[in-house]
């Protein structure tokens, strides 16, 4: 699955008016609800808050990303915001301004994991974020995930006989306790 089968023009918020943690993540859950994703919004959101009170999901870098698998989700997605900056609790403490909240239903199969992965691995790349910064348009956000998911077709793929079988390869996969797993 790709991440912009669950990231549309209509889960896309360039300017967040948000100026605080509880503001951002109303602001999102109201771009899903609009976007018809949730079956029941103050049930979500109350699923986004509980996994906050677990720990932060502001990894830091000016990136967070919010997440809840619940049965409140109707149609599986992910809403994107932008911000001048935000207290999001991040891991670095630095504000946060690139907002990624991710929609899972409860029955949905697990293919919205490895968009999770995907997305964190985009984020890693730092000219991938600025181009998402500096982006004008929903459009220019979706070309650029796009553009990312295209470059990422073309790579290397570690269990090909072309890659050195002696050279380290790590992999981690953590949890949360909403059960959605994450791999960096």
């Known amino acids: ?43 979500y959101k109350e699923a986004i808050l509980a996994r906050e009170a677990q720990s932060t999901t502001g990894l830091g870098e000016g990136i967070a990303i ?10 599986p997605a992910i809403a994107f915001g932008r911000s001048a900056g935000v207290d999001y609790e991040a891991l670095d403490g630095q504000p946060s301004r690139l907002f990624f909240m991710i929609a ?25 974020r600025d181009t998402i910064l500096a982006a004008k ?10 553009a990312k998911e ?17 050279a380290p390869y790590i992999l981690a996969v953590t949890a949360c306790p909403t059960g959605i797993a994450h791999t960096y």
Do not use: C, W
Not at 7 to 12: K, M, V
Not at 105 to 127: C, R
């Open 1 to 43: 699955m790709k991440i912009t089968d669950l990231l549309t023009r209509d889960t896309i918020q360039l300017d967040l008016q948000a100026s605080s943690k509880a503001a951002v993540i109303d602001e999102l859950v109201n771009v899903l609800d609009r976007a018809g994703k949730l079956n029941d919004r103050s049930a």
């Open 66 to 75: 919010p997440h809840a698998k619940t049965a409140a989700v109707k149609t």
């Open 104 to 128: 899972a239903g409860e029955n949905a199969d697990n293919a919205h994991l490895e968009t999770l992965s995907k997305l964190s691995v985009y984020l890693m790349d730092m000219n991938f």
């Open 137 to 146: 348009t929903k459009d220019e956000v979706i070309a650029a995930i796009e």
């Open 150 to 166: 295209r470059e990422e077709e073309g790579s290397v793929d570690v269990s090909s006989d072309n890659v050195d079988q002696d």
